[in-house]
């Protein structure tokens, strides 16, 4: 992005015409100081988008990868269909746990909403380490229709692209691949971890993938310290 002929922030924000009925002076003054962070914030967002998206060719994909979808078999290059990009999500949802991670479902079931959309540009799939029909049992019980869940057969994806830890734990994780004149290669992959969290906060992206996130942040509220999402409420 050229930043070079933007407008200042701080120029932009005090231009701002909406007022809000009944806000005193001392809300508006906060509110605009806070406006130029937001547009600063956006500004960054976009830099940061930029530099990953010129990041240099990644390691080619090479591994033993083999999985099954709600259509069959698939090899690695099989998940790409025609589009030339594949982002892939690994759902911690593995043959040990009864039920899948309450946070990975939430995520998922946002992106649920904008799964058709996604699928125009590029290729999205969901894996995880559990049977097809497992997966596509639970897709049915969440009344999911346009995400394509695949299973891992051998682990070897999950293993390598860090959905399972060396322990056999699981975490999630994003990685993004990329198909150009035949090879396959990674091309980005969330790596904020606990390792990089600040304190008091859990390991997040940022941006942050999950819109339940993004909206709580705008509330007074906030996230809160201990609140996650649940797979079920009580009526």
């Not at 001392?26 to 998206?53: D, P």
């Not at 897709?139 to 399972?164: H, I, M, P, Q, T």
Request: net charge negative; with cysteine.
């Amino acid at each position: 992005m050229e930043t070079d002929n933007l407008t200042p922030a701080p120029e932009l924000a005090r231009n701002n015409p909406v007022r809000i009925p009944n806000e005193s002076a001392q809300y508006r003054a906060a509110r605009t100081a806070l406006l130029t962070e937001e547009i600063e914030l956006r500004r960054h967002i976009e830099r940061v988008a930029a530099q990953r998206r010129s990041l240099p060719p990644g390691g080619e994909v090479i591994g033993d990868y083999r999985f099954e979808g709600e259509d069959g078999a698939s090899d690695f290059a099989g998940l790409f269909g025609d589009k030339q990009t594949l982002a892939v999500y690994s759902y911690m949802f593995g043959p040990q746990r009864e039920r899948p991670c309450p946070m990975c479902t939430n995520l998922l079931g946002a992106w649920e909403g904008n799964a058709a959309d996604i699928g125009q540009r590029i290729s999205l799939v969901v894996v995880a380490r559990s049977p097809i029909k497992r997966l596509i049992a639970w897709k049915r019980e969440r009344g999911w229709k346009n995400l394509r869940l695949f299973s891992d057969l051998n682990g070897a994806y999950s293993r390598d692209y860090f959905g399972v830890l060396p322990d056999g734990s699981e975490i999630p994780a994003f990685n993004v691949f990329t198909r150009r004149d035949g090879t396959v290669r990674h091309f980005w992959s969330g790596e904020m971890t606990g390792s990089t969290a600040d304190p008091g906060q859990d390991p997040r992206g940022a941006p942050d993938p999950a819109a339940l996130w993004m909206v709580l942040d705008c509330t007074p509220e906030g996230r809160g310290a201990t609140w996650y999402p649940k797979l079920d409420y009580d009526a």
